[in-house]
């Protein structure tokens, strides 16, 4: 991995854990175009190689955002098509780099309304919903399904401190009832639980998820005990690239000392789990929603479409 892509990793999993996966899209893409707007042109094709490099170094991170890298290649086969025009000047491709970015940023919310209204068919009355993570997504999912008058109330599973406390501060703005449990405790409630719901970083050709550190112990746990998982995610998070190797988790090792004795030991951190799409009942995105063979079928036609051109926006 280049020191570029290091920086951008380590700088895309803070902010993503902060304001989710989306919004940092969205966030990268505003920046983009505030710095093409105050760009100076001067070589188109020393142009388009900088921003070859930007989409190679993104493509890069670990994890590896898949919004990011789709987001990023549509700009450059926007790029591409308008170099081949004879009408091709620096300030044409600028401009036609802005308007897209607004077609995508606009298109972006319309997603995140569509899979809001799907949510809508799931029924939640008088439910009992489990939330582990820390997704804007099923936030929005929830906040919603409250104000179209559902009644249900919500098990927060107590992990991270402040990912903990950002959900009790949502759920209590939007006034539905919670409770805290810990979890490693959740075996204690389980046939008080309904439902469980999970937002994702993305959707890796293999089936599996990449998903808040924690997930996959708690929801193969219900996973076992048959409870229904559902999982919100836009299909434009997805990877759609065939897997290489398993990189899209970052790993990071350091030393330690014990608190008390003349002990040290390695400490690993993992930023992320891969969670099978089968632990899951339904999947809910923008296109609809698919269980894990029918998710299956889609992505495998989306990728072959990607891969053939056909499937590009431009």
């Known amino acids: 991995m280049s020191t570029k892509s290091n920086v951008l990793s380590s700088l895309f999993r803070d902010i993503e854990s902060d304001i989710g996966t989306r919004e940092m899209s969205l966030l990268i893409l505003r920046a983009l175009k505030d710095s093409l707007k105050a760009l100076s042109v001067e070589n188109i094709d020393e142009f388009l190689s900088q921003m070859k490099e930007l989409a190679e170094d993104v493509s890069n991170t670990e994890p590896k ?39 995508i940023v606009k298109s972006c919310h319309e997603e995140k309304n569509n899979l809001i209204a799907n949510s809508g068919q799931i029924d939640v009355e008088g439910k009992t919903i489990l939330m582990h993570d820390h997704s804007h997504t099923v936030w929005d999912v929830l906040c919603n399904l409250k104000r179209s008058g559902k009644h249900f109330k919500v098990v927060i599973a107590e992990q991270d401190f402040d990912k903990t406390h950002s959900n009790i501060e949502k759920m209590h703005a939007a006034n539905i009832p919670f409770q805290v449990v810990p979890s490693y405790m959740l075996s204690h ?12 970083v993305t ?12 997930s996959f112990s708690v929801i193969s746990e219900f996973h076992v005990d048959q409870v229904p998982a559902y999982v919100f995610i836009e299909t434009k998070k997805f990877s759609f690239w065939k897997s290489k190797k398993r990189s899209e988790i970052f790993i990071h090792h350091h030393k330690r000392s014990h608190h008390s004795q003349p002990i040290e030991y390695d400490r690993i951190k993992y930023s992320h789990d891969r969670v ?18 029918t998710l299956k079928d889609f992505f495998d036609k989306r990728l072959s479409k990607l891969e053939s051109g056909a499937g590009r926006e431009n």
């Open 189 to 200: 409630i389980h046939e008080s639980i309904d439902m469980a719901f999970f937002g994702a």
């Open 65 to 103: 955002f898949g919004v990011l890298n789709y987001n990023l290649s549509i700009l450059l086969g926007v790029m591409e098509d308008c170099m081949k025009s004879k009408k091709c000047d620096r300030h044409k491709i600028v401009k036609c780099l802005i308007n897209k970015i607004d077609e």
């Open 276 to 293: 099978p799409a089968h632990f899951f009942t339904k999947i809910v995105t923008d296109q609809g929603i698919y269980t894990p063979k």
């Open 203 to 214: 959707l890796k050709d293999t089936m599996h998820f990449v998903m808040d550190p924690g």
